[in-house]
């Protein structure tokens, strides 16, 4: 069974029981990461899935992350192995820490934010897996069939930015750091609706311009 029937299936089976809360975000990213130390015929990743706010008057708006919310319950190191699987394939850690250590970090600082929508651990780490499976962004970014761009080539940094908005039909936002790609960030509001990112810059230092390209050992 494919992984994103299978996390469809889990999801059906237990539902969210834990009533809404209302948490201070607006938006909650979808952040996929260059895994820069594995090959090249590897997928983009999860980071994470952060909750987020708006900071500022409008057009000037910024993001503004919600983080460590006290009130979420503890993270579940128990995981079945189907889900530990899926959990490898599409959101391991690529920093050296144990691939539970990092979902465990990422719940505490992201995801205890967004009880409302997903209020256990394992229900955030099955929908960060189901909307990876969704993004397909392997398909644009080098490995997946009819893939636009390359690891280790740079391409226009409009080019690149321009081909994502055409596949997804939303604003994204792209980050670099000395002209390499660091990762893109999906944003959704309410039950998981795809919008755009608004006209929101990367935080200083990390806006994608002129020549750029994600590195792969």
């Known amino acids: 069974m494919e992984i994103i029937y299978f996390l469809a299936f889990i999801l059906f089976l237990f539902p969210a029981t834990v009533p809404a809360q209302t948490k201070g975000y607006e938006y909650i990213m979808l952040v996929l990461q260059n ?9 983009w990743t999860i980071h994470g899935l952060w909750a987020e706010r708006l900071q500022g ?16 319950p503890p993270f579940n190191r128990e995981i079945n192995s189907d889900i530990q699987a899926a959990l490898i394939k599409a959101w391991p850690s690529i920093m050296g820490k144990p691939n539970l250590k990092f979902w465990e970090h990422e719940w505490g600082k992201h995801g205890s934010c967004t009880t409302d929508l997903l209020p256990t651990s394992n229900d955030y780490l099955l929908k960060g897996v189901y909307l990876w499976e969704q993004i397909k962004f392997h398909d644009l970014m080098g490995v997946g069939p009819g893939a636009q761009f390359m690891p280790n080539t740079q391409y226009d940094a409009n080019t690149v930015m321009a081909a994502i908005t055409s596949k997804y039909k939303v604003k994204t936002m792209l980050t670099c750091q000395g ?10 509001l309410g039950p998981w609706v795809l919008v755009d990112c608004l006209d929101t810059q990367p935080p200083p230092g990390t806006v994608c311009t002129g020549l750029i390209y994600y590195p792969r050992i």
């Open 35 to 43: 895994p820069f130390n594995r090959n090249g015929t590897s997928p």
């Open 57 to 72: 008057p409008s057009p000037n708006y910024k993001f503004v992350p919600v983080n460590n919310c006290p009130s979420a």
């Open 179 to 188: 002209g390499e790609i660091l990762d893109v960030r999906f944003c959704y």
